[in-house]
């Protein structure tokens, strides 16, 4: 069964600190994995995508790690900010058909208090 | 900023009530997407196109339909509302890819509408 599998649910550091986020699927054939940020009453944001051959992809302090082999992504945030506080969601989208199809996670609550 | 819009984004209505979820994109993208969204839980896919007069059902079932007679306009409606479909709608939009390729085809949220049924 494809599944992504998030941890921690939850997660509350200090502004100025960093963290690092987990993501564990089991989606095959795998295509591509992306997370997402979203904000509490809007849509999600891109903010990295990965396909297989790339094991590292950052966008400013957002940092996005892959390891197709283990099957295993980690999204490092460093210098955190009050405006990184969101959901971050890891989705992974299937190669076997047309659609496209994309499995999400529960996602990551982070909250950066000042 | 995705042009992907959704209207209305707040809605509480009375249980009975017929409602009509609208999103429109202006990227000219091909295919199109709705997703529900609990608090606290994964996006579920509810309905999808592949282009205009091309709509299907997703992977969670839904009460839902939708029409697709433009490219960029893809509205859900509810016939009957009832308190089980509060919920949060996510519209998406992304351009068609090739089966089987790898390949990006980012998918555009839009901002989404809180539904509250009493």
């Known amino acids: 069964k494809n599944q992504v599998e998030q941890s921690p649910q939850s997660l509350i550091i200090l502004e100025g600190k960093n963290c690092t986020l987990q993501?564990?699927?089991?989606?095959?054939?795998?295509?591509?994995l992306r997370w997402y940020k979203q904000d509490t009453g809007r849509g999600p944001v891109s903010l990295t995508i990965m396909t297989f051959s790339e094991n590292t992809k950052s966008n400013g302090r957002y940092t996005a790690t892959l390891d197709a082999d283990t099957k295993q992504s980690s999204l490092h945030i460093t210098a955190s900010q009050l405006s990184d506080s969101a959901s971050y969601i890891c989705v992974v989208k299937d190669r076997g058909s047309t659609l496209g199809r994309l499995y999400f996670g529960r996602g990551t609550q982070l909250t950066v208090w000042p | 900023e995705a042009d992907i819009y959704q209207t209305p984004r707040y809605l509480v209505i009375g249980t009975g009530k017929k409602i009509t979820l609208e999103c429109s994109q202006t990227m000219g993208h091909d295919k199109m997407y709705w997703y529900q969204q609990d608090p606290g839980m994964e996006l579920h896919l509810i309905h999808y196109s592949y282009g205009v007069n091309s709509t299907e059902k997703g992977d969670l079932s839904s009460e839902s339909t939708v029409s697709r007679i433009r490219t960029e306009h893809f509205p859900l409606t509810l016939e009957s509302a009832r308190p089980s479909h509060t919920s949060q709608y996510l519209c998406?939009?992304?351009?068609?890819?090739?089966?089987?390729?790898?390949?990006?085809?980012?998918?555009?949220f839009g901002p989404g509408t809180r539904l509250t049924v009493l």
């Open positions: 998406a939009s992304s351009e068609r890819g090739l089966a089987g390729v790898s390949s990006y085809n980012e998918q555009f």
């Open positions: 993501c564990n699927y089991t989606v095959s054939p795998f295509s591509n």
